[in-house]
């Protein structure tokens, strides 16, 4: 294959490598102690939801931000932005809608200011391979 053809499979396979990242990363997925089965079921699915809501709220913030304003968000610093903000609620924001509306809008306002991908070196992104039109905004060194 040549680096034209190559270059935009390798782009679209590193976001699967930026998932394992997020979830040792961010997580520690990885990282389990000894302890007994059940207790292991219990933590490994409580991390799994946990993924699975900084997830989802991560990339419903990402499409709004690109419907809105055509700004590619990071996915890794999406997902970090929600799962801090989950983890500083200790998760009571999740019970009553107000309260987790708020959790929302606050997730989205800190993507917007700090979640956008950054353009080092002029690479494509997976937006750029899939052909997905988004405004650029390089901040001055």
């Known amino acids: 294959m040549d680096e034209q053809t190559l270059y935009p499979i390798y782009s679209l396979r590193w976001q699967v490598e930026i ?9 520690e997925i990885d ?13 490994l699915y409580g991390t ?22 055509q ?3 990071s996915e890794y610093k999406c997902i970090n932005h929600a799962r801090n903000a989950i983890v500083e609620t200790k998760g009571y924001s999740l019970y009553h809608l107000s309260s987790l509306k708020a959790l929302i ?10 979640g956008r991908k ?24």
């Not at 990282?31 to 933590?43: E, G, I, L, S």
């Open 19 to 27: 998932l394992f990242k997020t979830w040792k990363s961010l997580f």
């Open 31 to 43: 990282d389990v102690q000894a302890m007994n089965t059940d207790r292991f079921y219990c933590h």
């Open 71 to 73: 700004l590619e968000g």
């Open 48 to 69: 799994l939801i946990h993924i699975l809501l900084s997830s989802m709220i991560a990339f419903q913030c990402r499409y709004c931000l690109y419907e809105r304003y």
């Open 118 to 141: 950054d353009h080092r070196c002029q690479h494509k992104s997976p937006f750029d391979v899939l052909n997905i039109a988004y405004k650029v905004h390089f901040r001055a060194a």
């Open 105 to 114: 809008d606050n997730i989205y306002q800190n993507i917007y200011r700090h």
